[in-house]
């Protein structure tokens, strides 16, 4: 399984961005996805989840009702919507892929992306 992720960059307070994951064929039909982020210094942590039917989201609290993530099975891309973005949303986002539940924790995921930078600053 290989994930590829795209999108980020330089946005200023208030601003708007849209990562994307594009995974190997059938990935995200078959795997549960989700977004991580680290920040310098900090652990890596959760930021939302789906299941691979697409009917389960869950996001962490300190971006729910801000971020959406979704996917797009025909082109086997996962996409993170993030508007309201804030200083402290600056991180390295990463996508990871898991045939197993659809957990919180790092850990549990078995695939991951090579990050994108996400930049929140004025």
């Known amino acids: 399984v290989q994930l590829v992720e795209s999108g980020g960059g330089l946005v200023q307070p208030g601003g708007s961005l849209r990562p994307s994951c594009t995974a190997s064929?059938?990935?995200?039909?078959?795997?549960?996805m989700a977004w991580f982020r680290q920040a310098p210094g900090k652990e890596r942590e959760f930021v939302a989840t789906?299941?691979?039917?697409?009917?389960?989201?869950n996001y962490a609290d300190s971006v729910k009702g801000r971020f959406t993530i979704s996917g797009d099975n025909a082109k086997n891309t996962v996409y993170l919507q993030m508007n309201s973005l804030k200083d402290e949303d600056t991180a390295v986002y990463y996508c990871?892929?898991?045939?197993?539940?659809?957990?919180?924790?790092?850990?549990?995921?078995?695939?991951w992306g090579q990050g994108t930078q996400v930049t929140v600053s004025s």
């Open positions: 064929e059938r990935t995200i039909s078959s795997y549960n």
């Open positions: 789906i299941s691979r039917n697409g009917a389960y989201t």
């Open positions: 990871a892929a898991t045939p197993f539940g659809i957990p919180v924790v790092h850990t549990r995921y078995n695939y």
